[in-house]
């Protein structure tokens, strides 16, 4: 009788892990559940309200600081004309409000009544006007006002406290005023009353 063999086995025999892949394996973490976030309720009286964006709220207004001008003075150079002939002129320091543009007036007048009287014309308001001015402040800037009455010059000096609140330097208001000289009417109807002279028409 011949002896068996005993077949050995292909498949590699299952080995246990060691103690240390064991401990490698408890480490591994397993996926964290997701947190169950709850509805929130909604009030469907208020889903307007809710997404609606709040107004922003408004900046305060920027607050105007008071500029006081009492004491500050400017220059006002005065002159009047009869035609191209000058007839008064002055330059004075005045704070606002200090100038009378009837008192010049009346100054004015007088000046003209002297300079009429042995002449062979009356005079007539022609214009007025006033050049607004400062040192350091562009010709392009300057302001040019035509003053036809007594009211007109608060609209002035209203320009002349701008120009004090924004510290120009100088600050220069010429006043000029023109009369034009006018044919006495008296002495056209004597000159009719003479006889025609050599030259005259008839």
């Known amino acids: 009788m011949g002896a068996t063999t005993r077949k050995t086995s292909q498949t590699p025999r299952p080995r246990k892990p060691s103690a240390k892949a064991r401990v490698n394996a408890s480490k591994i973490s397993k996926p964290e559940p997701k947190p169950h976030v709850s509805k929130k309720f909604i009030n469907p009286d208020t889903i307007g309200k809710e997404l609606m964006p709040e107004p922003p709220e408004l900046s305060p207004s920027p607050i105007e600081i008071y500029v006081d001008v009492s004491d ?90 701008e120009f004090m609140i924004k510290k120009r330097v100088n600050i220069t208001a010429k006043l000029v005023v023109h009369y034009q000289k006018v044919e006495r009417d008296d002495m056209e109807s004597s000159d009719e009353d003479k006889p025609p002279g050599r030259g005259a028409k008839v």
Do not use: H, P
């Open 72 to 161: 500050v003075k400017y220059t006002l150079s005065m002159s009047c004309m009869l035609d191209a002939t000058t007839v008064f002129t002055d330059t004075k320091k005045f704070k606002l409000g200090e100038f009378q543009l009837q008192n010049f007036t009346g100054v004015v007048i007088k000046k003209l009544a002297k300079a009429a009287n042995t002449a062979k014309y009356t005079v007539e308001w022609d214009s007025a006007t006033v050049v607004i001015s400062a040192d350091r402040f562009a010709k392009a800037g300057w302001i040019s006002i035509d003053v036809e009455e007594e009211s007109k010059w608060k609209v002035i000096e209203e320009w002349i406290k």
